[in-house]
């Protein structure tokens, strides 16, 4: 059974950056992927991009392409989101999670438990 | 990019009652649709691939149909534990996009 664990709540300054982490259990990364994806409070959900730890392969939305680093650390089964410029509408719940690694079948079937990320002067 | 979109934005469903909920795409997504289901202070929990194939330990009771560009997602039966948020997503096109979502909620 993969397990998703993150990192702990942030509260950071405008202009900062945030680093959040998942460890997977259950889940070498030899045939998965991780994506990052955001929810606003009150809102829907965001994809922000996705790493292939494997391949070392990353993709981007359109709307973070320069401001957020996805990686993955295959020794440690743990992949890393860093959102840097903050702004106060950067505020969210960040989720990890995983998919089966195939590029046409990218769904997710496992989440991480989400870490409030709070932007604020 | 491709746009999301779902109706209701709310339904209001008394327990034992059909609900149907909807999700279009601004472009054809062929048959590369998911749905998920959220609850108050959970993550998502994917319900549906491939527009219509229910996930491991899903209930029959939830169903996908649709394809292109219109896609359902049907509730028969609705229980308690399935009152949530419910979101469709297409894997068809980068970037991955979702829906705002459709609340179900106790009528």
Known sequence: QVQLV????????????VRVSCEASGDSFSNSAVSWVRQAPG?????????????????????FRGRVTITADKSTTTAYMVLSSLKSEDTAVYYC????????????????QGTLVTVSS | EIVMTQSPATLSVSPGE????SCRASHSVRSNLAWYQQKPGQAPRLLISGASTRATSIPARFSGSGS??????????LQSEDFAVYYCQQYNNWPLTF?????????
């Open chain 2, 68 to 77: 292109g560009t219109e896609f359902t997602l049907t509730i028969t039966s």
């Open chain 2, 18 to 21: 059909r609900a149907i909920l």
């Open chain 1, 43 to 63: 809102q829907g959900l965001e994809w922000m991009g996705r790493v292939i730890p494997s391949l070392d392969i990353a993709h981007f939305a359109p709307n």
């Open chain 2, 99 to 107: 829906g705002p979502g459709t609340k179900v909620d106790l009528k």
């Open chain 1, 6 to 17: 993150q990192s702990g709540a942030e509260v950071k300054k405008p202009g900062s950056s």
């Open chain 1, 97 to 112: 999670a995983r998919d089966q690694g195939r590029d046409d079948m990218v769904l997710f079937d496992y989440w991480g």
